[in-house]
């Protein structure tokens, strides 16, 4: 079975600072990752996702993550963070299955909090 | 696309009335999920169908819970009594699933409920 831990609930930073948000995952098999993001009050929005090839994924509003096999990880990045990118964001694996229904298999979300 | 549709945005209900939540998914997307949304839990995958048949509701909490999806552009969540615990965010996601496909799940805004 799959699963991904998102080991910090919460990550506070200043305004133009970098972050990280780190992802882990476990699988027997390969898969597919994502990482939503959660604004207030609003559904989740794909940010970015590692179906193949390159391992260093971009992602919308400067995001981006690198999917690193050997270490099972999907880690998060962004060089310089802006107030308007406090928000939830969760990791997310998917194994396909030749043709039947994804399932999102979906980490406990990180907190986001960036402070001027 | 409009994208997902979910109604009502939010549903104040006593305990022990029914609750019915619904869903338009993406025109031409042949997968839907219902999640649920809480603070003590984080995201709950509850079912999914696949072309309108239930593949897998292990996450249904208990009986009160029933889904169903009578066409490819319809869904409905019911609760039936409905108890304070129920109270959430509940989340209808869909997606097109191809053997060579990109998986993404598109999410509605959600729908609020408070059973009191």
């Known amino acids: 079975a799959q699963s991904v831990t998102q080991l910090d609930s919460q990550v506070p930073v200043f305004e133009e600072a970098p972050v990280e948000l780190r992802c882990n995952y476990s699988?027997?098999?390969?898969?597919?990752l994502f990482w939503y993001v959660q604004y207030p009050n609003q559904g989740l929005q794909l940010l970015l996702k590692?179906?193949?090839?390159?391992?260093l994924v971009k992602g919308i509003n400067g995001f981006e993550a690198e999917f690193n096999k050997s270490q099972t990880s999907f880690h998060l990045r962004k060089p310089s963070v802006h107030i308007s990118d406090t928000a939830e964001y969760f990791c997310?694996?998917?194994?396909?299955?030749?043709?039947?229904?994804?399932?999102?298999?979906f980490g406990t979300g990180t907190l986001l909090a960036v402070q001027p | 696309d409009a994208g997902v549709i979910q109604s009502p945005r939010h549903e104040v209900t006593e305990m022990g009335q029914e609750v019915t939540l619904r869903c338009k998914p993406i025109?031409?997307?042949?997968?839907l999920f219902w999640y649920r949304q809480t603070m003590m839990r984080g995201l709950e995958l509850l079912i999914y169908?696949?072309?309108?048949?239930?593949?897998?509701d292990s996450g249904m909490p208990e009986d009160r819970f029933s889904a169903k999806m009578p066409n490819a552009s319809f869904s409905t969540l019911k609760i039936q009594p409905s108890e304070p615990r129920d109270s959430a965010v509940y989340f209808c996601?869909?997606?097109?699933?191809?053997?060579?496909?990109?998986?993404?799940?598109?999410f509605g805004a959600g729908t609020r409920l408070s059973v009191l």
């Open positions: 025109s031409g997307h042949n997968s």
């Open positions: 996601a869909s997606s097109l699933v191809r053997l060579a496909g990109d998986p993404i799940q598109y």
């Open positions: 699988s027997s098999v390969s898969v597919y």
């Open positions: 169908f696949n072309n309108n048949v239930p593949i897998d």
């Open positions: 590692y179906l193949s090839g390159s391992t």
């Open positions: 997310a694996v998917s194994v396909f299955d030749g043709g039947a229904t994804n399932k999102l298999i």
